[in-house]
Structures are given as C-alpha cells and as structure tokens.
C-alpha cells in the first residue's frame, strides 16, 4: 500500500491550494479515505473524510465551508481542495486510508508521507 501525497506549498492567507493524494497496492475504490493534518506541537486532526461510494463526506469544524475533498476511483486519487486559507491551518497534511468502505473514529492503518502547507498572514 501507497499513499502519495502532493500539492503542498507557500501561500498567503485567502489564497487557495489543491492537495493530491495518489494511492496505489489496494483495490482504492472499496476503501474510505482521510486527510489529516498536524502543526508543530500541536495533536492531528482530521480534516476531511470520503466513503469509497463518494458518500458523506465529513469535515471537521475548522475547515467547513472552505475545504472540500473528492475522489477520482479511476485515477485512483483523492483531493482536497483548500479556499480561504488561514495561518492557522499551517501544517503537514497527510493522507490515510482506513480499513473499510466508510469513515469512521478509527485510526488510519496506512499513512502517506505527508505534504507541508504554509500559509502567511
């Protein structure tokens, strides 16, 4: 199991970026998909969620309204996109895949490496 993710970068505050997670070693369509996010010092968080039929998807309470996550089971590939960003959602971002079709409170068991977010005021 693989998980690729990409699209990281600099940005300044009300900017937007598009995160891409590339997965690959598991039959992607039939498993829930997560990003997670981490700031220096501070606990991960999960940000999004997406069920393997596109279902939900859930967003925690910081990103509503501005982040939205989709998935393209051809390409096997899953995005976030990120509009109106703040400082405060500086950090690495990474993305999971959970062990079955829908998101739920477990914790990921295959994680990518990872991808930074700056975003200056």
């Known amino acids: 199991v693989q998980l690729q993710a990409s699209g990281g970068g600099l940005v300044q505050a009300g900017e937007s970026l598009r995160l891409s997670c590339l997965a690959s070693?598991?039959?992607?369509?039939?498993?829930?998909i997560g990003w997670f996010r981490q700031a220096p010092g501070k606990e991960r968080e999960r940000v999004a969620c997406?069920?393997?039929?596109?279902?939900?998807?859930y967003y925690g309470e910081s990103v509503k309204g501005r982040f939205t996550i989709s998935r393209d089971n051809v390409r096997s590939t899953v995005f976030l996109q990120m509009n109106g960003l703040k400082p405060e959602d500086t950090a690495s971002y990474y993305c999971a895949t959970y062990e079955g079709s829908y998101c739920d409170g477990s914790i990921p068991d295959y994680w990518g490496q990872g991808t930074l977010v700056t975003v200056s005021s």
């Open positions: 070693g598991f039959p992607f369509r039939h498993y829930a």
């Open positions: 997406i069920n393997s039929n596109d279902g939900g998807p």
